[in-house]
């Protein structure tokens, strides 16, 4: 994980130094912070002449909601957070906010995994044994970076759709994404007997 930050800290920094070089006017990135955002969202509720607020905020929406609601307690009317971000982490132990987003990243997919299961496989692709399957199949790819099928991609697809509102969100949409895993499954893992889902080793 630190190395993973280092990275990240390395490539804004980078970004930064290459921007600055290129553009030697003032840099946009002092105006780019959850405190920027909020103001200009007031900014769009005065705009639209509207005396109150209604939110509605997901995943980093919901940052700017819960800041919105403090800084501006009068002129909001309805707020919902979906996904609330564990923010005293986010801002002060951030290596606390990964791991606690990496925790509730993968109770997402394991919900996600159990409802394939329960679908089956008319529904499904990847139902039959699907933690036990995506388990090995997470393992077998950290380890060598094997697959031919975009895995990542697949996954990404899968556990957003999951983190999607569901009234928005049709079953067509996870389809391929169980597809994709089930491909990879048969490319990268056998499976066991009670799997029975014709991989090949």
């Not at 840099?27 to 109150?52: C, G, I, Q, Y």
Request: with cysteine; charged share 20%; proline share 5%.
């Amino acid at each position: 994980m630190n190395g993973t930050l280092r990275t990240s800290d390395s490539l804004a920094a980078s970004c930064h130094r290459q921007r600055t070089a290129r553009h030697p006017r003032p840099s946009l990135l002092p105006h780019m912070s959850t405190m920027e955002n909020v103001r200009d969202l007031d900014r769009l509720r005065m705009a639209f002449h509207d005396p109150k607020l209604n939110y509605f905020g997901v995943s980093y929406g919901t940052t700017i909601g819960a800041v919105y609601r403090n800084v501006f307690p009068n002129t909001v009317r309805s707020m919902v957070l979906h996904g609330v971000v564990d923010n005293p982490a986010r801002f002060n132990d951030f290596r606390r906010y990964v791991v606690s987003d990496a925790y509730e990243s993968n109770r997402t997919m394991s919900a996600m995994l159990m409802a394939c299961d329960r679908a089956g496989r008319s529904a499904c692709a990847f139902a039959g044994g699907a933690q036990s399957k995506y388990d090995r199949l997470t393992k077998r790819l950290g380890s060598t970076g094997a697959g031919g099928v975009d895995f990542l991609q697949a996954w990404l697809q899968t556990v957003g759709t999951a983190l999607r509102p569901r009234q928005h969100v049709p079953a067509e949409r996870a389809r391929p994404a169980a597809e994709n895993l089930q491909a990879s499954t048969r490319r990268c893992s056998p499976p066991t007997e009670e799997e029975n889902c014709g991989c090949r080793s």
